[in-house]
Nanobody, 118 residues
Framework: QVDLVESGGGLAQPGGSLRLSCTTY????????VGWYRQAPGKQREMVAI???????SYDVAVKGRFTISRDNAASTVYLQMNNLKPEDTAVYYC????????????WGQGTQVTVPS
């Protein structure tokens, strides 16, 4: 069965850093686009960063230059290094995986809270 297990969320001061990790189970990691979405209260869930099996990456404009996504295929794990955090980064962050071969197979983690106070 499929499981995406997130860790690394928490409280950080403005300008601080956090590193999120997501270890996946039950998927063929190397054929999945993996990454991170986030959702703040009252807002739509939005893409933060994704990386495809070929190594390409995409970032939300709001985080580009501050966040870096990476993947460890041997560990079936995707990371999000978040630097220079801002209050507007406060949200629940969700790990995401989607097969490039079966597009309807989209999976989500349970979410990890990131809080950056004003």
């Amino acid at each position: 069965q499929v499981d995406l297990v997130e860790s690394g969320g928490g409280l950080a001061q403005p300008g601080g850093s956090l590193r999120l990790s997501c270890t996946t189970y039950g998927i063929i990691f190397n054929i999945n686009v993996v990454g991170w979405y986030r959702q703040a209260p009252g807002k739509q869930r939005e893409m933060v960063a994704i990386t495809n099996p070929g190594g390409g990456t995409s970032y939300d404009v709001a985080v580009k230059g501050r966040f870096t996504i990476s993947r460890d295929n041997a560990a079936s794990t995707v990371y999000l290094q978040m630097n220079n955090l801002k209050p507007e980064d406060t949200a629940v962050y969700y790990c995401y995986a989607q097969s490039v071969r079966i597009v309807d197979n989209m999976y989500w983690g349970q979410g990890t809270q990131v809080t950056v106070p004003s």
